[in-house]
């Protein structure tokens, strides 16, 4: 009895974050996407200390054009001479950079077209969600495509473009998390005492709708980069020279045959990103909520 106590005692001291925390570590998948992750990030955040973007990104060195992989250059070179690694590695920056930016900025219109629309209600919520609809109904991929096409190849009008098709998804679940809570007693109490409404949904309904909006950020995250890079591999992302995973692997598909490396490592980079992302996602949606996974 007093071990059983004691055991009870120390669960009821872990804050929500810790409780959290404690079940993603027994995640191996979920650890193990963690882990590339801040690799990855940290990779690319130093990036400009460990590599010349001058000289080992966009320099030419003809003399070292299609090189394979080997001690003097890990991932080999292109058709420039240009080393594959840096590229990979400086080209993180701008992948992950549109992966996080775009869905940011999804989920802040998201969130706000949700939230209006499962407080509201009646008109104000069929109105949203229609236009929801419609943009749902169509390929993102699309969406995008229109958008950049409009405004210009850049990396923060290929933000803008992605980030529709993220606020859509956003304000699906943002909507339903919030019409669960909003005839709570709380939340009546709170509209009964005369607060605002953006008070209420920022102080009582959003901070309860955060586990499924922190899993769909990080799914959301290996979506967006797939499709930046997809956009890219058109020839409507990124503008050149800059080394997005994308790009570089549109610029290797016409030496396929002879230095197919070019191909298979951007692939594989955009390939292990999303799998880690994924992983991560199912891990925390375990661990936020633990019935799911029963």
Known sequence: MAQASEIKKQYKKRTLFQETWRRLTKNRGAMLGLAFLVILVLAAAFSPVIFDYEKDVIGQNMKDRLMGPCAAHWFGTDEYGRDLFARIIYGARYSLIIGVGSVL????????????????????????????????????????????????PSTVNLMIALAFSCASSFARIVRASVMTIRDQEYVESSYAMGLPTWKIIVKHILPNCLSPIIVQITLLIGTTIISAS???????????????????????????????????????????????????GDGLRDALDPKLKK
């Open 105 to 152: 900025l999804g989920l802040i219109v998201g969130t706000i077209l949700g939230s209006q629309a499962g407080f509201k209600g009646g008109i104000t919520d069929s109105i949203i969600m229609r236009g929801i609809d419609i943009f749902y109904s169509i390929p993102n991929i699309m969406t995008a495509v229109v958008i950049v096409s409009l405004l210009g």
């Open 230 to 280: 997809s956009l890219s591999f058109l020839g409507i992302g990124v503008p050149a020279p800059a080394p997005e995973w994308g790009a570089l692997l549109s610029a290797g598909r016409s030496h396929i045959r002879d230095a197919s490396y070019m191909c298979i490592i951007p692939g594989l980079a955009i390939m292990f990103t999303v799998l880690a992302l994924n992983l991560l």
